[in-house]
Structures are given as structure tokens and as C-alpha cells.
């Protein structure tokens, strides 16, 4: 019955535009299942924001909801504007700042009108109309919302028809307002090889800004994704909490301003930083999209909440398969020959890996790329290491049964390379200055058409003449100094126009492509947001792979992330048994990037089996439910699983982190997201060559209820450092 209510519902907030209105006011709600965005529009047209927060049964009530001022008419300049402009009646943080044709800085946005419409199964997008009464300058809002996954995406185009261009100095992607007793932020921060590191802190009154001003590389310090918590701290499963994502890979600035009433407002988009946008007459410019989900029972509903959204909606083929393979990065550095890499063709088939990726150091000729100071753009084929081709590599991995993948970074060139003698308009970097490289590199002009079809070509010719290659690792290791292009009449356009170029070239190939497999790196995690994420099938977090930093690097990801995205390799970094290693990649898409022939007997034997085994629960992991169960950052170990839709299996993974005084699981641990009316038997996996496993010398069969309110030990000590257990309905 609450399922045809909240369909005969949806229905009919759809056929009427107007839904409900207090005398004199206009509302609109933007709805998700739990979820309610409320827009309400006054006499004057103003449209405030009066709430964000959980759904009301009653849509009449949206009326009921309190002004926003709280003390009264000397504090309008305090509005919770739904889009706040600069320049006129604000006194905090805009969302849009603009200068008129006529050199005018103010701007008014006032409500013209609204409409809702479907937008696929359990979608509906709301566009909001604004336009300043004295200018013909326009804004439109829009809020999709995803009603099954209770996640909102919301962005805004912006044009105007005065007669010369009129610049754009702040054009944020959204503007909410959340009021509350307290504020508690969780934001992550890092460098290389640290990547995701949270923090915890209260916000009080005045501004707190993440951003960045690294052009590409964006996530590096500091990645567009928080959690804010509202009147207590974060917990796992209770209290309210939005998780929140820009989907931009570049430049980005996330404002949380708590203003002297005590309200929350929090504007998220591009980076204003040296990007004044000169928008013509007539143009439109469309801002990034704002993603963010609510939830009432804490961090691990809103981060199932987009695991979901993420998979069905944006990841391309995020409810598919993915491929396990064997990276020969590690194996070789750039010292490989056809004869080397043939023979780890090899191993990869007798480890059981479904593909080969050949990492960097293949291409260039006249600068051959024996090192990282050199090649980049010269992207041919090396005829000393490789005299007979990609192809032949290609034919030569199948001849074995297994696929053939290829590293690429095509937005980077070597100032000791052909393309850069050739082309040196085609790299930004400033014509009076000294260059300053990042990993001895700079960063092709992707504002510049002709670079745009020059990245394309690269991709798109090596996929036409291989057409039966199956991945492409793409990589940006480069931050962009010397920001400058020799080619783009707008300098403050730079850092706009670089993503919107890279995304154009991703666009072309994802729509030739549609299913080919490629994992988005950047100097590890460098540039996961889910801008770039609508282009690739996953992400590389991290270029540490040391099993126990990955624990942490992995658990922090999975706040916004699927697992099904991220790429976990079982490498030679820490000093972890193999076990240990391959329990962690596990979490997400394993693969390995290790010297298969230096495996002893029972460490192949046990990766092999791992691979099997692997196979059997893959679906479990990367479409299940994720329950994080014991925080590493306050026990002795991680633990969290992953639950089936249909709730007949789990997959449960548990890890020592600190093994000082006997730590381990001592006492049962609560599992989360079963029926607690359905049976379940437990089994230990993952049981290395030669060792016993005490659980699963047991045949004892758990009620859901039991193993959710007393728990299990999986026994993690430091003899048994990871535990993964499957848990199956026992009919």
C-alpha cells in the first residue's frame, strides 16, 4: 500500500506544476523516497530554501515550515536564497556573482517559473526559472531526483541576451541551506601514496572552504567529497547526515559558511580562482553537477545510498562484469622486451587473471621512453622493445588465453619528445617564464580543438588498429603549472575549458566504445569524482598498495564510491603475507601487479585458488549492500560486508590493523543488513595452503537475528591477520 501511495503520489506531482502553496506563497518540493528539498517562493518571487531533510507525509505541510529569518526584517540580508546572487541584498557567501554589459555588478534572481517532468524509471527532474527583472540575464536551477536511491543532483545553466559579454566571476553549482543545532564536517585530505585521509571537525560560525587550484590532479590534496553531519557527530547508523560529491575534474571550491543566525549554507561548483568566464550573448554555460544525498540513520545508509545511485546511473556498466588482471608494472618497470612480456602472458594464464595490461615504457622512438623524463606524445610503438607491434603482443596474449590491455597518458607531453618540438603552441606553459615540470612532464592545451582531436586520435587509433584489445588504463600525472595557452583568446578560461575539452575527447570514445573497459588514474587517486566517472568503468585509488594502508585508503573511498569501481592489486608494497594482501583487494576489483614465477609453491597455489573463489562472490561484493561493521580508526581491526538484494548471501571481510597487546577480535561482532528470519550458514574462504580454519570445522547454522544482535568472532588475531567469510541462506 505505501508503494502504490508513493507511486499515485509521484504521478501526480507530475501533471501539476504548482503542487502546494500557502496564501501567497509557491512550493516546491524536490522529493527522493526519504528525502525532501523545499523551494518556496514568496510574493515577491524570492525562492528561499525552508528545508532539507527528511520527506514529510503530508505535502500540505511544506507550507507550515517556518520563515527564514529569525529575527525578522533586519536580517533579510541574510536570505537562504535557493541560488544566492552577489551584489545587490546579500551579505554572505554567493552562489553567483556576475558584471553586467553596462559594468553593473548586481544581481536580483527572481522566480519566473517551474515544471517537473520524468526522467526515466524513478526519476524526475525539476527545473526552476530565474531572471533578473532588470536585466535580460537568466539563470535556471535544476534537481533531479533519484527517488528509489534518494540521491538529488543539481546544476544550473546561466545565460543572457544584453548586448556585449558579461563576466562571470562566481558560478556555483549549488546553493543549500541546512539549519541545525550543531555542524560536524568530515572531510578527506592526502598527497601521493596518502590518499583519503578523513578529519572530523565541528563548524562554527564563519567559512570553511575546500578547494583546489591544481588544473588536473584535482583530488590530490583535497578530493570534492565530504560528509556533513547535523546536530552530532557522524555515526555509522544513526543520526542525520548528508554525503556530498562534486562531479568535476577540475578546479573546485566547496564553501560551508555558518552565518550569524547559526544556519548552515553550503555552495559547491568550479573554482572562481583565475576563471572569470566571459560569457557572450545568447551562450550558455552549464556548471558541474552537485551530488548529494540525506539519510536519518547515518554514514552507511547515504554511502549505500550512492553505491547504488552510482552503479545504476552513472558508472558505465556498473551493473556488469569486470576483469581481473595482471599489471607488469612491478614486474619490469620500463626494462621489458617482446620475450619478457610474453613470458607474463604466460603467468598471467597460470595465474588465472582474465587480462594483461602493459604499463608504461612502450612507446617512443627518436626519445625512447627508458625513463619517466621522456615520450610522452610520441605515441608509437618502440621498435627496440617491441620490433613487431602492438599487434603482435595482442595475438600473442590470446594465443595463451588471456586479454590484452594498454597503458596510456595522452594529456601529457615530454618536453623531450617529438610532439613537443613539433607542436610547442600545443603545451601550456608561459612564454616568458621558466618551465616548471611535475614528474618531468607538462600538460597538452586541451582548450585547443586541434589537442582535443590530437588525444582522440591517440585512443582511437591504437583501439582501430587492435580492435580486440580490452582495457586502456588512462593516466594523468601531471598538476598544470605554467598556466598559460598560446591558442585560447580567454586566459581566465584555462582551467574551464581544459575539462571541458578533456571531457569532449572522453565523450567521442565512450560513444565508439561504448563497452570497452577503462580505469581512470592519476597518479593514483588524483582524479576520482564522478565527473570523470561517467566516462570510466573504474578507478585506481591509490598508487600505495600496501595492504595495510589500503584498509584505510579503501574504507575511506567507500564512503562515495562502489566497489565494483575501485581497482585493488595485490603488490610486493608492506610487508604482509600474501594473504593478508589479497583479503584486502578483495573489497573492491582485484588484480595483481606482482612477479608471478618469484611465488613459491603454496603462494601460487593459494592465488590461484583465491581467483576461483573470487569469481564465486564477485557479484556479492560489487552489487551487495556494503555494512561497515568496526572501524579501523577505533578498534584493533576493520570489519565491514556486503549483503545480496535478495539478502541469501554475504560476503564479509575482517582485517587486524594494530597488533600491539594481543589485539585481534575478542568478543562477537554484530553483523548488519540480513533477514533476521532467514538462516545463514557461515564459511571461512580465502584458507591458506596448509593452515586449519576453526570456523569452518563447525556446521552450526545462525538465525539472522542471532548473528545481528549477538554477533560472531571471526577470530582475527595476529596468527589469522584476515578473515573473509561467506554467509549462505541454510534452506
Not at 390 to 407: C, M, N, P
Not at 666 to 683: E, F, H, T, V, W
Amino acid at each position: 500500500m505505501a508503494r502504490l501511495l508513493f507511486t499515485v503520489f509521484t504521478l501526480l506531482s507530475l501533471s501539476i506544476a504548482t503542487a502546494w502553496s500557502a496564501p501567497g506563497d509557491t512550493h516546491i518540493a524536490i522529493e527522493t523516497r526519504q528525502t525532501a528539498l523545499v523551494i518556496r517562493v514568496d510574493k515577491d518571487q524570492n525562492p528561499t530554501i525552508v528545508h532539507l531533510g527528511q520527506r514529510l507525509s503530508r505535502p500540505d505541510e511544506y507550507a507550515k515550515l517556518p520563515a527564514n529569518s529569525k529575527r525578522g526584517e533586519d536580517y533579510t540580508g541574510l536570505y537562504n536564497s535557493a541560488y544566492t546572487p552577489a551584489g545587490s541584498r546579500n551579505l554572505l557567501e554567493p552562489a553567483i556573482q556576475v558584471t553586467h554589459a553596462d559594468g553593473n555588478p548586481s544581481l536580483d534572481l527572481r522566480y519566473v517559473r517551474h515544471e517537473r517532468k520524468s526522467a526515466g524509471d524513478g526519476v524526475v527532474l525539476t527545473t526552476v526559472y530565474l531572471k533578473d527583472p532588470q536585466y535580460p540575464f537568466e539563470v535556471t536551477l535544476f534537481y533531479k531526483a533519484y527517488e528509489n536511491e534518494d540521491v538529488i543532483e543539481q546544476w544550473s545553466t546561466i545565460r543572457h541576451t544584453e548586448k556585449k559579454n558579461v563576466t562571470l566571476h562566481k558560478y556555483a553549482s549549488a546553493n543549500l541551506y541546512i539549519p541545525a543545532t550543531n555542524y560536524y564536517l568530515t572531510h578527506f585530505h592526502g598527497d601521493w601514496a596518502k590518499e583519503m585521509n578523513p578529519t572530523e571537525e565541528p563548524l562554527t560560525e564563519g567559512i570553511k572552504i575546500l578547494d583546489t587550484k591544481l588544473g588536473t590532479r584535482a583530488d590530490l590534496f583535497q578530493p570534492p567529497s565530504f560528509l556533513i553531519a547535523l546536530n552530532q557527530p557522524a555515526e555509522e547508523d544513526k543520526g542525520e547526515v548528508m554525503a556530498g560529491t562534486l562531479a568535476w575534474s577540475g578546479n573546485y571550491q566547496i564553501a560551508f559558511e555558518v552565518d550569524p543566525l547559526h544556519n548552515l549554507r553550503l555552495t559547491a561548483g568550479i573554482n572562481p580562482y583565475a576563471s572569470a568566464y566571459n560569457l557572450t550573448p545568447g551562450k550558455e554555460f552549464t556548471t558541474p553537477a552537485f551530488l548529494f544525498t540525506y539519510s536519518t540513520t547515518g554514514k552507511g545508509t547515504a554511502s549505500r545510498n550512492l553505491h547504488r545511485w552510482a552503479r545504476k546511473f552513472r558508472i558505465p556498466q556498473g551493473q556488469g562484469n569486470r576483469l581481473t588482471l595482471l599489471n607488469n608494472w612491478e614486474a619490469t618497470y620500463f626494462d621489458f622486451n617482446e620475450e619478457k612480456l610474453t613470458a607474463l602472458f604466460k603467468d598471467g594464464k597460470k595465474l588465472g587473471v582474465d587480462l594483461f595490461l602493459l604499463d608504461d615504457g612502450w612507446f617512443g622512438n627518436k626519445y625512447p621512453r627508458n625513463d619517466d623524463h621522456a615520450a610522452l606524445g610520441d605515441w608509437q610503438e618502440n621498435v627496440k622493445k617491441l620490433p613487431h607491434g602492438l599487434g603482435h603482443l595482442v595475438k600473442q596474449a590470446e594465443s595463451v588465453g588471456i586479454k590484452f590491455g594498454i597503458w596510456l597518458e595522452p594529456e601529457m607531453v615530454s618536453p623531450k619528445s617529438e610532439l613537443y618540438e613539433k607542436h610547442p603552441d600545443w603545451v601550456l606553459k608561459l612564454p616568458n617564464r621558466q618551465e616548471y615540470y611535475f614528474r618531468n612532464q607538462l600538460v597538452l592545451d586541451l582548450t585547443n580543438p586541434k589537442v582535443q582531436e590530437f588525444v582522440y586520435s591517440i585512443v582511437d587509433d591504437i583501439v582501430t588498429k587492435n580492435p580486440t584489445i580490452n582495457y586502456i588504463k588512462w593516466d594523468c600525472n601531471a598538476v598544470i603549472y605554467n598556466a598559460f595557452s598560446a591558442t585560447n583568446p580567454n586566459p581566465s578560461h584555462l582551467y574551464v575549458e581544459y575539462v571541458q575539452g578533456l571531457y569532449k575527447v572522453m565523450e567521442r570514445l565512450r560513444t565508439k566504445y561504448p563497452t570497452l573497459p577503462m580505469m581512470l588514474c592519476s597518479g593514483g587517486g588524483g582524479r576520482v569524482d564522478y565527473g570523470a566517472l561517467r566516462y570510466f568503468t573504474e578507478f585506481w585509488p591509490s598508487d600505495n598498495t600496501d595492504g595495510l594502508e589500503r584498509v584505510f585508503i579503501q574504507w575511506n573511498y567507500s564512503y562515495f564510491f562502489p566497489s565494483i569501481a575501485t581497482c585493488n592489486h595485490v603488490t610486493d608494497w608492506g610487508k604482509q603475507p600474501i594473504k593478508f594482501r589479497t583479503d584486502v583487494a578483495m573489497m573492491g576489483k582485484i588484480g595483481y601487479d606482482i612477479v608471478v614465477s618469484k611465488l613459491d609453491e603454496k603462494e601460487l597455489e593459494f592465488s590461484q585458488q583465491a581467483l576461483k573463489t573470487y569469481d564465486q562472490i564477485k557479484n556479492v561484493v560489487w552489487q551487495g549492500d556494503q555494512f561497515r561493521l568496526v572501524s579501523p580508526y577505533t578498534s584493533d581491526i576493520a570489519s565491514l560486508m556486503y549483503v545480496s538484494d535478495a539478502k541469501d548471501k554475504a560476503v564479509w571481510f575482517s582485517y587486524l590493523t594494530q597488533n600491539r597487546y594481543k589485539a585481534g577480535s575478542i568478543a562477537p561482532i554484530r553483523l548488519k543488513g540480513l533477514d533476521p528470519s532467514k538462516n545463514y550458514s557461515i564459511r571461512e574462504l580465502n584458507v591458506y595452503p596448509g593452515t586449519k580454519s576453526p570456523i569452518n570445522d563447525s556446521a552450526t547454522v545462525y538465525s539472522g537475528n542471532y548473528l545481528m544482535t549477538i554477533g560472531f568472532n571471526p577470530n582475527v588475531d595476529a596468527r589469522r591477520a584476515s578473515v573473509v567469510l561467506e554467509l549462505i541462506e541454510s534452506k
